[in-house]
């Protein structure tokens, strides 16, 4: 395989992003997606949801800031830098993302994987400032070793295979997530659960069914560790990274030498909760199986269900709690705490055991196959993130 020395700039067209005017109402709201670097991860292949999305007024008043399909989108500014994926859509993004849109020499999705792969070498041109910044002119200069177009395309089909899979799973787990919640919401929130039309309700409350503080349903609430970060050590801890969608995704979690308590060993129905700081605060994950040696660090509580709670029915309740746990933090900005006592007094609804044990049975096996999937997609991330280098640099033929 022959590489050729190429500057981005001579791979495609590159695109800085711009934010609308926000006190223009008109521009929000509309059917393209608006992508900043908070809808951005580190492994994220196609960037499928934003929290926001713009308007075709927006694109008229902005035209040349947006991107087509397919175009690749990498974060340049701040502690975010190396943020990266391609444009599921024709989309908008901010002045924080640098848009490369592809010329006919180049596959869109090759050069994706060529960005992911030199995420480091990008990084280095931001220098030590205390925010960061790769301009556009510092980021069309950046040069690689590129093969031909045919090659090229063949590197993709290989590597895109790979993430095509972990997309479809991630579609599953959606869905299976999904069908938990819809019927927890359904049982529990709008109160529909088998026997109701049978059943008194005074103040919310049906008849046998009781509120109690978080705090008496556990066995164990409390912060984790000040980890001794080692990447050679066998312990891994969770931070508020890991921490999203109402996921826990440990290939952010880092790993880490110091010992701990048995207490606070991750375990099979812990919830995990982010408590300080802005931004990520609130975020509820659950534990939906056991994690040799793993634990988390100060920034988030474990939230333990005690002996005989419904492990699933109490992971959904803290979840239908994050919207407000993310409002509830204490402190100066950046500095916000969410405390044990807080999460603790929350109240959530303990209805009858028996009611509760439906609930699981159906739950359980949901999240059985969600965590299936979880780790092929582990694996499927391993497999890829070991070919890419070796088809890159052309120790594998394509």
Known sequence: MNLCPKRISELGHVVTGKTPPTGRREFFGGEYPFVTPTDLDYDHYYCRQTERTVTEEAKAALPRQFIPADSVMFTCIGATIGKCALAPAECLTNQQINSVVANEHTDSKFLYYLLCQNVNVVKGLGGGAATPIVNKSKFEEVQFLVPSLRDQQAISAILSAY????????????????????????????????????????????????????????????????????????????????????????????????????????????????????????????????IDNCTVDTHVTIVRPAPGIGVHYFGQALMEWEPRFSTMGRGATNQTELSRGQIGDVQILVPRRSLVQQFEDVAASSFRQVWVLMEQNEKLRIARDLLLPRLMSGEIAV
């Open 163 to 290: 993430d095509d899979l972990i997309e479809n799973n991630r579609r599953r787990m959606a869905l299976l997530e999904d069908a938990a919640r819809q019927l927890y919401c359904e049982w529990f929130v709008r109160l529909r659960f088998p026997g109701h039309e049978h059943t008194r309700i005074t103040n919310g409350v049906p008849e046998g069914w009781e509120r109690k503080p978080v705090e008496e349903l556990t066995s164990f609430l409390s912060r984790g560790i000040a980890p001794h970060y080692d990447d050679d050590a066998e312990g891994l801890v969770i931070n508020q990274k890991c921490i999203r969608g109402g996921r826990l995704h440990l290939s952010l979690a880092r790993h880490q030498s110091r010992e701990f308590k048995p207490d606070r060993q991750v375990q099979h129905g812990d919830v995990l909760v982010n408590s300080t700081g802005e931004g990520t605060l609130g975020r509820v994950a659950q534990v939906l199986a056991p």
